[in-house]
């Protein structure tokens, strides 16, 4: 036991111990206080909170003029009848035969012992009774408050009996389609109202991979959704989603009802009207896809005011530049297209076109492929001179074309591209005047491909029976021993150079052979 001596030692000590402890943690305390005080006081922070004002300013600005698109499409009893399956599906099928070890119809013996109704009753798809209604939801964006103009996808409203518009601020509005162009997936649309929202339209020709990107629309329903990405990429061509595809990508959010929605800068101006996404699951995967605004105020200039796209039309048949083709014309260029014919009687045959020219600029704009150069075509204004730059015979070109009104039906008669193979196996004939007519030919030279061996050469680079062979490496042919010729004076290392024509439209392919 401790006497009072060593009791007084001993609260001492505690006393000082508990002292000193506080003394530490007000220190720490103190010093903390100071460590964040400088955090929050520090040039970084501050540069954040008006970076971060920046996104609050661009959506307070842009988001009251995105509105909600809800579609909806009435089907009548008739139009259920078309939709159902035939009543006697299974029945007009032919009955298999006694020596036939599998049945036709999975369900015939249930039918023969139930009977059609009961069948019917449990195994026919159903539809409701009478007429019923079916919904789809998108976003568009005002774009001219005065006259209620709002530009959204083609397919948010493709044959919609009735639109329902709902502002940010609540308010509904009928819609009432002013224009659509497949095309290009892109519709206008217009409401009637009195002090409306509207939107800046930007300019898409001057974005760069890396900037900021705002997407705000109506995902699944939830009206009013702003995320942030960048921009992945410009020119995406092949998505799937129209004919001519000029697409921005961004890695913003987009989901099923942002389609029609804006994509927007950081200066608050549209830059693109969001249209697809792609993905394995049907949500976000951080690759989505933008129509440009420029296409975008060309479109909607010719919906507005003439109810229909009017597209420019240059009149020739182009494919993109290989590796080998760049050496069969002695140039060394990856971009750029190779005209392989011009049509009669169009603006490219009166500026002096020529087959194999290779455009790389157009109106002062640099040509990176054969999409590339037919969007820009199309959104040229009917009638406007334009300078195109050409390679031709390795020089540099300019020629001036006078842009004309596309043709109609100019993509029903256009050929996809198609590959160009590696190596040659075919056998060809002349072209004789009954040949000729019994082929729908015009031409009075060249040779025709009577047969492809499977797997051959020609095979590879989708050279066809009955495709006309005009040019071998440039020259000229009128007949085989010409063809012949030709194949033998040239290099099989680098390629055979042939135009081939088929139907109404040429294209340039290059075969490679290898010597026995």
């Known amino acids: 036991m401790f006497n009072k001596a060593g009791k007084f030692y001993l609260r001492f000590l505690l006393v000082l111990g508990f002292c000193v402890a506080t003394s530490i943690c007000l220190s720490g305390k103190t010093t903390l206080y100071a460590a964040n005080k400088q955090i929050a006081d520090s040039d970084d922070v501050a540069t954040a909170q008006r970076f971060e004002k920046v996104f609050e300013q661009v959506v307070e600005q842009v988001k009251p003029a995105v509105v909600s698109i809800t579609s909806v499409k009435v089907f009548k009893p008739a139009q259920q009848k078309q939709r159902q399956m035939p009543k006697d599906q299974y029945h007009s099928q032919p009955r298999p035969g006694p020596d036939q070890e599998q049945e036709q119809d999975q369900f015939r013996d249930f039918?023969?012992?139930?009977?059609?109704?009961?069948?019917?009753?449990?195994?026919?798809?159903?539809?409701?009774?009478?007429?019923?209604?079916?919904?789809?939801?998108?976003?568009?964006?005002?774009?001219?408050?005065?006259?209620?103009?709002?530009?959204?996808?083609?397919?948010?409203?493709?044959?919609?009996?009735?639109?329902?518009?709902?502002?940010?601020?609540?308010?509904?509005?009928?819609?009432?389609?002013?224009?659509?162009?497949?095309?290009?997936?892109?519709?206008?649309?217009?409401?009637?109202?009195?002090?409306?929202?509207?939107?800046?339209?930007?300019?898409?020709?001057?974005?760069?991979?890396?900037?900021?990107?705002?997407?705000?629309?109506?995902?699944?329903?939830?009206?009013?959704?702003?995320?942030?990405?960048v921009i992945s990429a410009t020119g995406r061509a092949n998505v799937g989603v129209a004919q001519y595809e000029d697409m921005i990508q961004t890695d913003a959010a987009i989901n099923p009802g942002n389609s029609g929605g804006p994509l927007v800068n950081i200066r608050g101006e549209i830059i693109g009207i969001n249209t697809a996404i792609f993905t394995r699951s049907g949500g976000y995967q951080g690759i989505g896809f933008a129509i440009p605004v420029n296409m975008v105020k060309t479109i909607m200039r010719d919906l507005v005011e003439k109810g229909k796209v009017t597209r420019g039309w240059l009149g020739v048949v182009i494919q993109d530049i290989t590796p080998d083709l760049a050496k069969s014309f002695n140039v060394t260029i990856t971009e750029g297209v190779l005209v392989s014919e011009i049509q009669e009687n169009s603006p490219a045959k009166e500026a002096d076109f020529e087959r194999g020219d290779i455009v790389v600029e157009y109106d002062g704009k640099s040509i990176r492929d054969v999409n590339h150069l037919r969007n820009i075509v199309a959104q040229t204004e009917i009638g406007k001179k334009v300078k195109a730059k050409v390679l031709r015979e390795g020089k540099e070109k300019e020629l001036i074309v006078k842009i004309g009104e596309q043709p109609a039906d100019l993509f029903a008669a256009a050929p996809g591209a198609a590959p160009v193979g590696k190596d040659l196996g075919m056998t060809v004939q002349n072209l004789t005047k009954e040949l000729a007519k019994s082929l729908g030919i015009e031409e009075d030279s060249g040779v025709i491909v009577s047969e492809v061996q499977p797997g051959s050469p020609a095979a590879l680079s989708e050279i066809r029976e009955g495709d006309l062979i005009k040019e071998v490496n440039r020259k000229k042919i009128s007949n085989v021993a010409e063809f012949k010729k030709a194949l033998n004076e040239g290099d099989k290392e680098k390629g055979i150079l042939m135009l081939v024509k088929r139907g109404e439209f040429s294209r340039y392919a290059i075969i490679k052979t290898k010597e026995k």
């Open 111 to 229: 039918r023969d012992f139930f009977g059609d109704d009961f069948f019917d009753k449990f195994f026919k798809p159903r539809f409701p009774e009478g007429e019923y209604k079916v919904q789809g939801l998108g976003s568009g964006v005002i774009i001219d408050s005065e006259k209620g103009y709002i530009v959204t996808n083609n397919h948010v409203v493709e044959d919609a009996d009735e639109l329902k518009i709902t502002l940010g601020d609540r308010r509904e509005f009928d819609g009432k389609v002013v224009g659509t162009d497949p095309q290009t997936d892109i519709a206008v649309v217009k409401i009637e109202g009195k002090n409306l929202p509207s939107a800046k339209l930007g300019d898409s020709d001057t974005i760069r991979v890396g900037q900021w990107a705002i997407a705000i629309g109506n995902p699944f329903g939830l009206s009013q959704t702003v995320s942030v990405g």
